[in-house]
């Protein structure tokens, strides 16, 4: 649920709003009973760097890391509580820094990072949150509750190695249910991990004593023992014994069947606990059970009812396992065994209604400016077409909010439950998702199916018909020919939305045909007003695409001054965008290489190629001419620093892409000319690595801890292959290991 405050967002300066509660330790209750030998232990100042609370559910450990939060007001606390939506590395990281940034001040260039959709975790993202982190100078915890909701694998190594940068003093803390995906292991061996099990976390006779006594439940000696052998020391199975005994005036022995196993704690539930509700508690939890986090509005909405606020307020004043997650009473949530429980139940008797909430909690998230938490629902509800309606506006600013990974979800998901050409605008922004992934293969699977199926009605952008989008698609395609990539990209102009976000993209795509087919001037003009539409429309990408196609008209017309202004501002464009490493920006990067390069600026050049051909991977035959336009500038700029090497790789590339695209207009006279020019060209001087594009997307991984089998897995290649492009790379940089690869990508600016 991406909900409420904006303040963790304006202050930290995130790429997308978040949830104020997800950030702060949760209130403790008055009656809660302080584990003091646990805090002992937690409070050691020579402990290890790394805690693992890790128990089943219902055993405290959000209680405990609360209790630690609050034990020593002078060691900072950054608090993440984990939710299933923070499976994506941007999501997660992007918290991690803004509880960071409550302790200290971070480096804005971390949250650029965040922001870009392109950047690499290995390479960008993580280097620059673990040296930010490294160079804090107050000791602090870095709490991350609920761990078990992360299971992408990629989340769990930047957990790993995010640790491995943590300064002297500070400690990683994390709480969850099921600790196999963490390395231990190792942490064990090396003496850096503090870990409290389920055994620790046990209630002992004095603890099981407070906490009745908090619930004003009288209780013998033997009362006790009895107790706390059915359940065995579980906190929650106590508490819940000790509401049994308060409401039913009971004696806690009374509660023979508890023995904290999953069964029969939803026995004792049942028959204890929720059979003590007020009927209107009782029907309000169960129908609300469905929900991970409660409002008053949200809930009045799944219900269709009104009263709700005033309901959740008595829940979680009277104790019964609903708390407060803010301040204001905003937002609640309900104790996970209680709402397993309940939601179990509300599927077996009512499972019509279930779906029916779940359509109204995605229409209340929608309406509300929760995108995620709609589309969610929707999924859980199994509602094909609400997810479809959500999605078709919600991809686009998720994605350039850096959320690739979440968007990349959404796709699997949809395909896996519905006809991709029965959703055809889903399936025409899946393909452009591909494309700027540099997926080509899958650009063309999702693109054939956007070209088929109604999508009646106007699109979320406000363009009146699908045909819109399809025209957009198909100049991008350019598969027919530089005359059908004009007609489909005037078309797209003509008719999409002035204010639609694709508009500027459409009229980029128009100048580049124009280019294509000799018609400089009139493609100039478009650039001009693409540019303008970019600065004032939700297209950051666009205007340094547009100032970058500028320069190469003024390039071509040696009207080098001129052209070295536009390079200039669509690098600054292009970073200021928070977009920097999205795939159109190599085209982007190798024009200001060429710039720089008559310029007389050659460490510059260097720079702006090693980042142009870090860019190119993703840049692929899916969006086929400023895919050749980036590799012939490229090309170019090499063989001006006698990088033979370099430009013969972007001219087989080239090649490639047009095998597939024949009729590119210009670019195929150019891509000629070019390799014309390779045989009278000077001596051969290493320049920019010429790694291939299939070795420059193995390389980053490189760097981590992955075996050639779990790079293969990775990238869905044979470990056989994988170690056919290690070899290559060692080659090519001259080096003979891994690790000396690495270092020497590094270097060069590769990495």
Not at 8 to 27: H, M, R, V
Not at 555 to 578: F, K, L, N, P, Q
Request: charged content about 25%; glycine content about 8%; proline content about 5%.
């Amino acid at each position: 649920m991406e909900s409420s405050t904006e303040g963790a967002q304006s202050a930290t300066g995130a790429p997308f709003e978040l949830l104020e509660s997800k950030l702060q330790p949760p209130q403790i209750a008055e009656r809660s009973v302080s584990r003091t030998d646990l805090l002992e232990r937690l409070n050691s100042s020579t402990g290890p760097q790394i805690v693992v609370v890790h128990a089943g559910p219902g055993y405290g450990k959000t209680t405990l890391l609360a209790q630690w939060a609050s034990s020593l007001p002078r060691r900072r606390f950054a608090w993440v509580s984990a939710h299933q939506e923070d499976n994506d590395p941007v999501v997660l990281l992007a918290y991690i820094a803004a509880a960071l940034a409550r302790v200290t001040a971070l480096d804005g260039n971390v949250f650029e990072a965040l922001a870009s959709p392109g950047a690499s975790m290995q390479d960008k993202i993580l280097p620059r949150l673990g040296h930010a982190m490294a160079q804090m100078q107050t000791p602090f915890v870095l709490v991350i509750d609920d761990a078990h909701a992360i299971e992408n694998q990629q989340c769990i190594e930047a957990i790993v190695a995010l640790a491995g940068h943590l300064p002297n003093g500070s400690r990683l803390a994390l709480s969850t249910r099921d600790h196999s995906a963490l390395p231990l292991g190792r942490l064990r061996t090396r003496g850096l991990l503090l870990e409290l099990s389920a055994e620790e976390l046990r209630m002992e006779n004095s603890e099981a004593r407070a906490l009745l006594s908090a619930e004003t439940v009288e209780a013998s000696d033997g009362d006790i023992d009895e107790l706390l052998r059915r359940t065995e020391g579980w906190p929650a199975g106590l508490y819940l014994a000790a509401l049994a005994a308060r409401t039913s005036e009971s004696r806690p022995s009374g509660v023979a069947m508890l023995t904290g196993k999953d069964r029969f704690v939803v026995e004792f539930l049942q028959s204890e606990f929720l059979a003590s509700l007020p009927p209107r508690e009782l029907e309000f939890l169960t129908r609300t059970s469905m929900l991970e986090l409660l409002s008053g509005p949200l809930c009045d909405a799944v219900l269709q009812s009104r009263g709700s606020s005033a309901i959740l307020e008595s829940l979680e004043r009277s104790n019964r396992f609903v708390v407060a997650l803010d301040r204001d009473g905003e937002w609640y949530r309900c104790h996970h065994l209680v709402r397993e429980t309940l939601a179990g139940e509300l599927a077996d008797s009512e499972p019509d209604r279930v779906a029916a909430m779940l359509g109204r909690a995605a229409d209340w998230c929608a309406a509300n400016g929760q995108d995620l938490a709609a589309i969610r629902y929707a999924q859980a509800a199994g509602d094909v077409p609400r997810v479809a309606t959500n999605m078709e506006r919600a991809v686009l600013p998720v994605y350039q909010s850096g959320r690739t990974a979440t968007v990349d979800a959404w796709f699997k998901w949809f395909e896996a439950h519905a006809e991709l050409e029965r959703y055809p605008a889903v399936a025409m922004v899946g393909a452009m998702f591909q494309a700027a992934t540099g997926r080509a293969t899958e650009f063309e699977r999702w693109s054939a199916c956007a070209e088929r199926g109604e999508r009646p009605g106007p699109l979320p952008d406000g363009s009146e018909s699908i045909e819109s989008w399809r025209a957009l698609l198909r100049a991008i395609r350019s598969r027919d020919g530089v005359a059908a990539m004009t007609a489909d990209a005037t078309l797209a102009v003509r008719t999409l939305a002035a204010d639609s976000p694709w508009h500027p993209l459409a009229v980029v795509i128009m100048g580049i045909s124009e280019v294509l087919g000799g018609a400089t001037e009139r493609a100039d003009d478009l650039f001009a007003d693409a540019a303008e539409e970019a600065r004032h429309l939700a297209a950051p990408d666009m205007l340094p695409i547009a100032l970058a196609e500028r320069a190469m008209i003024a390039i071509a017309a040696e009207e080098w001054m001129r052209a070295d202004g536009y390079a200039e501002h669509a690098v600054w464009a292009a970073r200021r965008s928070r977009l920097e490493d999205s795939a159109l920006n190599g085209l982007v990067y190798a024009v200001a290489a060429r710039s720089a390069l008559r310029g007389g600026r050659t460490a510059g050049a260097h720079d702006l190629l090693e980042h142009a051909q870090r860019l190119l991977p993703q840049l692929t035959y899916a969006i086929p001419a400023p895919a050749v336009q980036a590799r012939v500038e490229m090309a170019r700029a090499q063989l001006e620093l006698a990088d033979q090497g370099g430009a013969r790789t972007m001219l087989d590339e080239i090649g490639a892409i047009l095998r597939r695209c024949p009729d590119l207009g210009i670019l195929g006279g150019q891509a000629a000319e070019l390799r014309s020019s390779l045989s009278a060209a000077g001596r051969d001087v290493p320049g920019v690595s010429p790694l291939t594009e299939a070795e420059l997307r193995v390389l980053p991984l490189l760097s981590t801890h992955l075996t050639f089998r779990e790079i293969g897995e990775r990238l869905y290649l044979s470990r056989h292959t994988v170690k056919s492009h290690a070899m290559s790379i060692y080659r090519k940089l001259g080096v003979g290991s891994r690790g000396a690869a690495v270092e020497r990508a590094r270097e060069i600016g590769l990495l």
